[in-house]
């Protein structure tokens, strides 16, 4: 069994289908679906995205915003965390990969961004954080699937984020408390 980076199961599949495990997830407000991981690690992530839409800026309607890729990360042998559907990156275009994030955002934004990833409980972690490389466009999972499905089912029914991303994802909900 292939992993990702961070130890989740990469998903198999191509482009064309078929998808397992994946649920092409609507973020409330925002034009775009996102092709996560269902369950837990998608509904987190689509958590970040529609809070980063309302509150750092609107997710552009074109194609720079990403989600499950089936890649190796650069020249290695080491599995994407896109690949097993627990990545996103939004807003590619505005803030590639090795752009420090204060070129992207603002201090105020930047200080916003790691308040709300306070709520996660070091279960989503953000790519402006990072050290040798810095990736400010993306998110990811950051810790085991028991973690992120109790953070996830804390989140489900609380709070306007919670019960739109639900809303516009039917069936999400029986898939986090299966």
């Not at 599949?13 to 994946?22: N, T």
Request: proline share 6%; aromatic share 10%.
């Amino acid at each position: 069994m292939a992993v990702s980076q961070n130890g989740w199961q990469v998903l198999g599949g191509s482009f064309d289908g078929p998808f397992p495990r994946l649920r092409n997830w609507r973020i409330p407000g925002a034009t775009r679906q996102l092709p996560l991981r269902d369950g837990s690690a998608g509904f987190l992530l689509v958590h970040m995205a529609t809070w980063f839409d309302r509150n750092i800026e609107k997710i552009d309607p074109g194609f720079d915003d990403w989600g499950w890729s089936p890649r190796r990360i650069g020249n290695t042998d080491v599995w994407s965390n896109h690949a097993s559907g627990t990545a996103e990156d939004l807003n590619a275009d505005r803030h590639p990969q090795g752009r420090s994030a204060s070129l992207s955002f603002s201090t105020l934004e930047i200080t916003n961004i790691h308040r709300r990833l306070g709520m996660y409980k070091d279960c989503v972690r953000w790519g402006g954080d990072f050290r040798s490389i810095p990736d400010p466009m993306h998110f990811e999972i950051a810790k085991d699937p028991v973690a992120v499905e109790q953070r996830a089912r804390y989140l489900c029914g609380r709070g306007a984020i919670g019960r739109a991303v639900l809303a516009a994802n039917p069936g999400a909900r029986s898939v986090i408390f299966t």
